[in-house]
């Protein structure tokens, strides 16, 4: 069944958390459909988990369009929402409305997603009245580490809570109508959670919220070393794949594959006719 925002308000209405990773093409899609995962977030963490970039920041809209496509072709269930990349909302609402909607055009995905609260409350509320659902993104967000000094816990403190607080009510009363809210102290994201009207998915911020992401290569221990505190890898998927490769690697150099069965035509030649053909060579 096709997840939408109704479907997804009445699970939070019912009190059922809503679940949602990131994925970024279409075999990975696929499984992730397959999974009854609820929402897809075509994450800008494609520029470090697919491209090998220390940031989200060279994520071009075109590289984002690809990607998306991919993903929206693998999960026909899944609610798709597409990351809009660095500096494709921030120069003017204009700019915004345009690039999200290329993003909802190109893609065919759900709604889009952007990160900060005040500073893009009337993006946010451009890119809605124009009919593009919007899930917006506050406490950490990582298109803005060079401004916060690095990837770091917001919220802590009284003033820093109160505004992460008052972020939410604002991305809110701009008509988003899902929230994340990254690295935010448990108890505050729990309290925003309840009293808020649109649905929150954490990450690193507790169990008190509707729903929760994680990055599919994290959850999958897939980033080799890279581990962040929050994440918890529910299969050793990266160690089997070197493995499957090991033993592959292994099998073609010691002639063990191909066998003939794991050859596409069984059906050969006659011995006869190849001996006449190498004699004509
Ligand atoms: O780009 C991304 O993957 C994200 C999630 C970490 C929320 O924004």
Redesign the pocket.
């Known amino acids: 069944m096709k997840n939408t925002i109704s479907t997804l308000m009445a699970m939070r209405e019912r009190g059922e958390k809503i679940s949602q990773v990131?994925c970024y093409d279409f075999s990975m899609a696929r499984l992730v459909d397959a999974a009854e995962i609820n929402t897809i977030?075509v994450?800008?963490?494609?520029g470090m988990t697919m491209q090998g970039y220390s940031d989200?920041l060279p994520v071009t809209m075109e590289e984002m369009i690809v990607y998306g496509r991919s993903v929206v072709r693998g999960a026909p269930n899944a609610f798709v929402i597409m990351?809009m990349p660095f500096m494709s909302y921030q120069v003017s609402v204009e700019q915004a409305v345009a690039n999200a909607g290329r993003l909802i055009k190109e893609t065919g995905a759900n709604a889009v997603?952007l990160?900060g609260g005040a500073a893009v409350e009337e993006q946010i509320r451009a890119i809605v009245d124009s009919g593009i659902p919007v899930c917006a993104?506050i406490g950490m967000t990582?298109q803005s580490a060079n401004a916060f000094g690095g990837f770091k816990v917001q919220g802590k403190g009284e003033e820093n809570a109160r505004r992460v607080l008052e972020d939410a009510f604002t991305v809110q009363r701009a008509g988003a109508f899902m929230c994340?809210l990254?690295c935010v102290p448990p108890k505050l994201a729990a309290l925003i959670s309840s009293k808020v009207d649109m649905i929150t998915?954490g990450?690193g911020a507790g169990a008190g919220c509707d729903g929760q992401?994680?990055?599919s290569q994290d959850l999958l221990a897939m980033s080799g070393d890279f581990k962040p505190k929050f994440v918890r890898q529910f299969a050793q998927v990266g160690a089997m794949m070197t493995e499957a490769y090991r033993a592959y690697d292994a099998a073609v150099k010691d002639g063990s594959f191909p066998t003939l069965e794991e050859s596409y035509v069984k059906s050969d030649c006659s011995d006869e006719f190849l001996r006449a053909l190498s004699a004509q060579y």
């Not at 994450?43 to 494609?46: A, E, K, V």
């Open positions: 990131t977030l994450g800008d963490s494609l989200t990351d997603k990160e993104h990582p994340v990254e998915i990450i992401v994680l990055v």
